[in-house]
């Protein structure tokens, strides 16, 4: 199966399309773009992504990205012509979206909820320990289609991790932007570790992420977000949640909010399968904000002047985000959470993340920080492993149980989107005096 795709621009009064075969990530008006795929796709390939889950030595098929291939196939090539996609598609070996939901007894009981009500899809478990293997794998390969030989990113940590060690498989040099001093440690020596060329901005995310667009507007491949190819890999993540419930989607889906490409690229996957006919229903959102790094909880339930901010059919009120950008300066208002994967005060992906709230009549909430820590050692205590960032999905929907959003009976997946990669906070977690500490035993001999 061969198919066609192209770029858009989300905004649908202006709608200008674009070739697949550019690096370009804005339009020309300046919004962001989305890959749209010609034609619909059968249902009946769901019969054909279970099957290949017995992948007979095939990694796309083994791998949880790539075994979703035609809904993601903007590389044009035939999807069961294995020396044809083989030769583009990227996987560090098939290991790349080897995840599902999982029950977890503790983290239901302490959230309030019947076990079999709540999910939680650890997405920690990719090669690199985040979920940004998912969408790593697609952009990559749309680099190297292009024949790019440098890639670049700013990171909090997790993307520079990914991008190194995928860069290096393929043999493509990582150039990475982290803030100084601002990234968990664990993160960081990932990226020395895969030999990427590291960058260390003075400042926060926000700044590394404009020194990163400014060179893509040079004419360097960005790998963040912005990147609307990396963005159809992390779609993958809803098609393996409802290949488990058998493509019944739950009743709330919860995620951290960080850049807005995981709400981006869920909300996409969403308004696609609703369209061909695949479900029936929409998942509403939860896009969850730690309170250090609000900007997006503050701005989306009008907490700035009054005023909502919404999609509002792409005619997003610009000058609201503007003017609380500028309030943000002028007061040095940085965003400071433990949660530092979520550490971003200026989401690029924000009207993609508005689109996709709107579509699904999805919430914005925000949790404290001691919340989160406690939700890492619950997770814990079921043999999971996340990070601070992915623990404030179980503790939103603690607080959303508590205030009876929502309810016993419904069915929530939340979306644990990487593992702990700073040892240090969870040994001083658990030193202290914490709900969950556990702290070591003396023995004298």
């Known amino acids: 199966m061969k198919v066609r795709a192209y770029l858009k621009c989300i905004i649908p009064s202006c709608g200008k399309r674009y070739p697949i075969e550019t690096t370009r990530t804005f339009c020309d008006c300046g919004n962001l773009l989305d890959v749209v795929y010609e034609g619909s796709f059968t249902k009946s390939l769901i019969e054909v992504f279970y099957e290949r889950r017995n992948h007979e030595n095939n990694i796309f098929n083994e791998s949880g990205v790539w075994r979703f291939r035609e809904l993601i196939n903007f ?8 020396d044809e996609y083989s030769k583009v598609f990227v996987s560090f070996d098939g290991a790349e ?25 650890p997405e920690g478990l990719n090669p690199s320990g985040s979920f940004k293997d998912n969408g790593i794998a697609t952009g990559l390969t749309h680099a190297k289609m292009l024949g790019v030989k440098e890639v670049i990113c700013a990171s909090t ?11 290096a498989n393929e043999g493509i ?21 895969f030999n990427a ?15 990163v667009l400014q060179k893509g507007r040079e004419g360097a491949y960005i790998m963040n977000s912005v990147n609307p190819f990396r963005l159809e890999g992390q ?41 061909w006919g695949w479900i029936k229903k929409k998942p509403r959102f939860v896009a969850v904000d730690a309170k250090g790094s609000n900007t997006f909880y503050t701005l989306y339930n009008g907490l700035y002047n009054g005023e909502p901010l919404r999609w509002n059919n792409g005619n997003v009120n610009e000058d609201l985000i503007k003017d609380y950008y500028s309030y943000l300066d002028k007061n040095n208002l940085k965003p400071k959470t433990i949660a530092t994967a979520i550490q971003i005060g200026r989401p690029v992906n924000i ?18 920080d001691k919340d989160m820590e406690d939700g890492i050692a619950v997770v814990g ?38 593992r702990l990669k700073d040892p240090d906070a969870m040994i001083k977690y658990h030193l202290g005096n914490n709900r969950f500490s556990n702290p070591p035993k003396i023995v004298r001999i």
């Open 97 to 121: 979206g080897r995840t599902r939901p999982y029950e977890m007894t503790k983290v239901a009981e302490y959230v309030g909820m019947p076990k079999e009500n709540v999910l939680f899809q």
């Open 351 to 368: 009207k993609k993340g508005l689109r996709s709230l709107e579509y699904t009549n999805g919430i914005s909430v925000q949790v404290e």
């Open 235 to 275: 779609k993958t993540m809803i098609y393996r949640m409802l290949e488990y419930l058998n493509w019944n989607p739950p009743d709330w889906l919860v995620f951290p909010r960080g850049n807005m490409g995981n709400c981006s690229a869920f909300g996409k996957a969403i308004m696609e399968l609703y369209e």
């Open 197 to 211: 060329c590291v960058y260390q901005v003075i400042g926060n995310f926000d700044d590394a992420l404009k020194v």
């Open 381 to 418: 205590s079921n043999g999971f492993d996340c990070e601070h960032a992915s623990a404030s999905c179980v503790a939103a929907i603690k607080k959303l149980v508590e205030e009876e959003i929502i309810k016993k009976d419904d069915k929530v997946v939340a979306i644990l989107t990487g």
């Open 75 to 82: 590389t044009g090539t035939d999807s069961e012509a294995y």
């Open 157 to 167: 940590g997790n993307t520079s991790a990914s991008v190194a060690m995928y860069a």
């Open 173 to 193: 040099k990582a150039s990475i932007y982290v803030p100084k001093d601002e990234i968990a440690l664990g993160k960081l020596a990932q990226a020395f570790q």
